[in-house]
């Protein structure tokens, strides 16, 4: 059974068209994230939920917009691509009041901007 | 100063050496600490947290310095399937509990 899962695995789309990237959780998390990491592999956190409250907001282009619906998903919605958005964009989830902090990690998704 | 530094190496070792690879952190006021593990085109997968005390999983030997804030991992007898590359993750203290990633080690462990 998935724990983490994210659609689609893959993304090639053109510059200036608008992509969403989907994440569901079925670990009964109350805490997601989205990460982005980039061909020098820094792992970036963009944002996080918290029980459906965005609780971080990283430095992000405002065409980048997290939804999340209900505790076990969290969407990317992205407008108006650049070429700088390719990148590996990972979900992840955890429990928030837990010591044990592990997040569990999507597989990722692979967005090229053409 | 970065938030979370390693070396980027490579380390490139034989099959049955011992590694270790080094972290340092700039918040003093960090409260958690972790070792994941990265392989190619694969998401981060926690390798062990990091206690005070220290602590050890099978040939991982994972330890913390408060006092010059680093973080060390300790690979014995190293395997083929241990090339990976190793991220050093802190825990910032807050409502959020932001976690902040190093930019991570790689680790080729060669035949």
């Known amino acids: 059974d998935t724990a983490v899962s994210q659609t689609p695995k893959y993304l090639v789309t053109q510059m200036g068209n608008d992509k969403s990237i989907k994440c569901e959780q079925n670990l009964g998390h109350d805490t997601m994230y989205w990460y982005k990491q980039d061909s020098k592999k820094f792992l970036k956190i963009m944002f996080s939920?918290?029980?459906?409250?965005?609780?971080i907001n990283e430095t992000v282009p405002n065409r980048f917009s997290p939804k999340s619906p209900d505790k076990a998903h969290l969407n990317l919605h992205i407008n108006s691509l650049e070429l700088g958005d390719s990148a590996v964009y990972f979900c992840a989830s955890r429990i928030m009041d837990r010591v044990e902090e592990t997040q569990y990690f999507g597989p990722g998704t692979r967005l090229l901007v053409l | 100063r970065k938030e979370v530094e390693q070396d980027p190496g490579p380390f490139n070792v034989p099959e049955g050496a011992t590694v270790a690879f080094n972290c340092t952190y700039s918040?003093?006021?960090?409260?958690?600490f972790f070792w994941y593990r990265q392989d190619c085109r694969k998401e981060p997968k926690l390798l062990m947290s990091?206690?005070?005390?220290?602590n050890e999983d099978g040939r991982f030997t994972a330890q913390l310095n408060r006092a010059s804030q680093y973080i060390s991992l300790l690979i014995r007898d190293s395997k083929l399937s241990d090339s990976a590359t190793y991220l050093c993750v802190v825990g910032n203290a807050g409502n959020n509990r932001k976690l902040i990633w190093g930019l991570g080690t790689s680790l080729a462990v060669n035949p």
């Open positions: 939920y918290n029980n459906k409250e965005l609780i």
């Open positions: 918040n003093s006021a960090s409260q958690s």
């Open positions: 990091v206690y005070s005390s220290g």
